[in-house]
């Protein structure tokens, strides 16, 4: 029950294919026929992570208290006691909040600060997931008792109460709870049609009691109307019909505190009414999903000690992606690299240069030419993946020259010398992540093209990781058309953040084209951005933020 009540949350990958990548035409280890997700989560940094498509939660909110944190310091890699070869992510969740201080599901005194994990590609569905975790059944730190939730899920974007929407959820309980009245551990495995609470024919679910303290495979095999959870190779439910998953998914995990009641009559709730500081951690070894095929739940181990044997640490082939990366020379970085791509042994020179990636700001590494390395305590990307971005991004500052080129090409690479330090994004209205309602034609504009139209009151669009690198004011500018006038709405995090509202003028026809402008203050950081139609009857091209 991982509900995050915001219209969209996450999102279109906003990175280059050919970063963290060898562009080959099929990845060591993976069959030609096969479409997989593969992570062995073999990284020093989340840089590393969300430069191979992973997205850490930054926002607060739900689930859980509806003032909760969620911190990248919560996500870290730590090496395998067992095999020093090996690392594992880390997800971490803490808190010193007492119970008795919780009102209206917001803490008055005290702080939670939690973890997730999720892929910014909304594609999964049909197939085999899977992942190896370690689940906990006390906290690492301080008194136990908590209703805390270890997770491995899938999620759409939605509005409460609505279609589109599917949800599947491994949900580990150490200290159980959820309305049962009883602390013995147990894992929840459901399947949800919608986000609707009072109707139990809008989900199918399955509490298995028992500790699962250790080291598990957890695997979700789905079909159209019909999905199966295994654990450790053992069948353990499945639910078909209505609540069976329909729409495609983000694959995600996930460690928060709930609140929800522990018993049926709710004389107790989730948090311990004690202040001192706790901690919980689960691992993740390992994450995989084979699209379009129901792969037997036991067979896993093997496809992903094939991959591992020919170096492969990360595959993401899937609708045509051709992402993989191998370990560097060295199966652990050192001080000098840290690059998760088989380079040559190039270097170029790249004296007063940086590269701006998607508004942030790293250096330009002068030991390798494509991928991301390390250099003197800090990440850095390589030139020639950092032209694969289009002004205002990608190089800053002089003119680099090279002494010699990668023996990986990539696959898209541009010779885009220096571009202007001001940080200004434009948008495409028509790339947004998640939309409700709206419809996209050919625009005149410009000569080429779509913008979206057919706008009616209520619909919405949402645009994932966009990135305010500093705080202040922004220009938002907006392309729109309008017969007789309408107002857009711009918002952060689904709503959670509102940033105003602009008239747009009657501009005489739907393809007579006018910009409108206003500035905004925003705290520095990543967002979803979204667009709302509070009247109908406006048609947008683009969007375009300038830090001013």
């Known amino acids: 029950m991982n509900f995050i009540n915001f219209k969209a949350w996450q999102s279109r990958c906003m990175v280059a294919a050919s970063v963290l990548a060898l562009c080959l035409g099929a990845q060591p280890g993976v069959a030609q026929t096969e479409q997989i997700l593969f992570d062995d989560f073999s990284y020093t940094t989340t840089t590393q992570l969300t430069n191979n498509g992973w997205r850490v939660r930054t926002w607060e909110g739900g689930p859980g208290l509806a003032n909760g944190t969620w911190s990248t310091n919560n996500i ?15 997800l971490k969740a803490n808190t010193n909040i007492n119970g008795s201080t919780i009102v209206n599901n917001r803490s008055t005194t005290g702080s939670v600060s939690q973890a997730e994990v999720a892929r910014v590609e909304q ?24 209703t805390a939730i270890e997770t491995f899920f899938g999620l759409t974007d939605y509005i409460e109460g609505a279609e589109p929407y599917s949800e599947i959820d491994f949900e580990y309980l150490p200290n159980g709870g959820w309305w049962t009245g009883s602390a013995t551990p147990s894992m929840w495995s459901g399947t949800y049609r ?30 159209d109307g019909l999905i199966s959870f295994y654990i450790d190779g053992a069948y353990q439910t499945s639910f078909s019909g209505a609540v069976a998953p329909d729409y495609p998914m983000y694959l995600m995990f996930q460690l928060w505190f709930s609140n929800d009641c522990f018993d049926a009559a709710c004389n107790t709730r989730g948090y311990i009414n004690n202040s001192n500081y706790r901690e919980y951690f689960e691992d993740v070894d390992w994450v995989y999903f084979e699209k379009n095929n129901q792969v037997p739940a036991t067979e896993i181990p093997q496809k992903i000690a094939n991959l591992r044997a020919v170096g492969t640490s990360y595959v993401q082939n899937i609708n045509g992606n051709n992402t993989s990366s191998t370990p560097a020379a060295s199966s652990r970085p050192n001080s000098s690299s840290r690059s998760s791509v088989a380079v040559s042994s190039s270097s170029s020179t790249a004296a007063g240069q940086q590269c701006n990636w998607w508004g942030t700001i790293y250096a330009i590494c002068t030991n390798i030419s494509s991928g991301w390395g390390w250099q003197n305590n800090a990440d850095c990307v390589g030139i020639q ?14 003119t680099a020259s090279s002494s010699s080129r990668s023996s990986t090409p990539l696959s ?6 220096s571009t202007p330090t001001a940080i200004s994004r434009l948008i495409q209205a028509e790339s947004y992540s998640v939309m409700s309602g709206v419809q996209l034609d050919v625009t005149s504009d410009g000569g080429a093209g779509q913008y979206v139209g057919w706008i009616d009151t209520g619909d919405w669009m949402s645009y994932a990781n966009i990135n305010f690198p500093s ?3 922004y220009k938002v500018e907006y392309r729109v058309a309008s017969l007789s006038g309408s107002v857009l709405s711009l918002d952060l995090n689904a709503g959670a953040i509102q940033l105003g509202q602009v008239a747009i003028p009657a501009t005489g026809g739907w393809q007579n084209w006018t910009t409108v402008t206003h500035n905004v203050n925003v705290t520095a950081g990543t967002y979803s951005l979204g667009i709302y139609a509070p009247q109908a009857g406006w048609n947008i091209n683009w969007i375009r933020i300038t830090k001013i």
């Open 194 to 223: 919608i986000v609707d609470w009072s109707d139990e024919s809008n989900h199918g679910v399955t509490r298995t009691q028992g500790s699962l303290q250790g080291w598990h495979t957890l695997v979700m095999q789905v079909q």
């Open 385 to 398: 993946t950092c032209q694969t971005l289009s002004p205002p991004y990608g190089v800053m500052g002089a």
């Open 471 to 473: 705080s202040g004011t």
């Open 76 to 90: 870290s890699f730590v090496t395998d006691p067992a095999a020093p070869a090996n690392k594992f992510m880390r």
């Open 123 to 146: 594609i999964y569905k049909n197939g085999t997931w899977a992942a190896r975790m370690y689940f906990n059944d006390a906290p690492s730190t301080g008194p136990d008792g908590d």
């Open 412 to 417: 898209s690479s541009r010779a885009s010398s």
